[in-house]
């Protein structure tokens, strides 16, 4: 069983920052590379970022390039993503996931392992 938990959403205004951090646990050791997809409402859940097992490979949405950054402490089991300069276009629901082995994947099909999410919003 693995399970994961977001942490840090809130409300901020436009050009605010605010850190998300998701923990994984569970029962089994598992090597597995980990995202962070967004769900705004009526839209479809899209990537944002994500990041292999060694943390030497990441990806970035083009929409959040240069403004999100993703890393993670496996000693910790932890993913974190920076988010600065924040966009009303960047409100939604924000989810970490664990994928089924080490390498990494854009593809929300890809993972396995999906956190209960955490509402980011961002006013103007």
């Known amino acids: 069983q693995v399970q994961l938990v977001e942490s840090g959403g809130g409300l901020v205004q436009a050009g605010g920052s605010l850190r998300l951090s998701c923990t994984a646990s569970?029962?089994?050791?598992?090597?597995?590379?980990m995202g962070w997809f967004r769900q705004a409402p009526g839209k479809e859940r899209e990537i944002v970022t994500a990041?292999?097992?060694?943390?030497?490979?990441?990806y970035y949405a083009a929409s959040v390039k240069g403004r999100f950054t993703l890393s993670r402490d496996n000693a910790k089991n932890t993913v974190y993503l920076q988010m600065n300069s924040l966009e009303p276009e960047d409100t939604a629901v924000y989810y970490c996931a664990a994928g089924p082995d080490s390498r990494l994947r854009i593809k929300k099909d890809e993972y396995i392992y999906w956190g209960q999410g955490t509402q980011v919003t961002v006013s103007s």
């Open positions: 990041i292999n097992w060694g943390g030497s490979t990441t």
């Open positions: 569970g029962r089994t050791f598992s090597n597995y590379a």
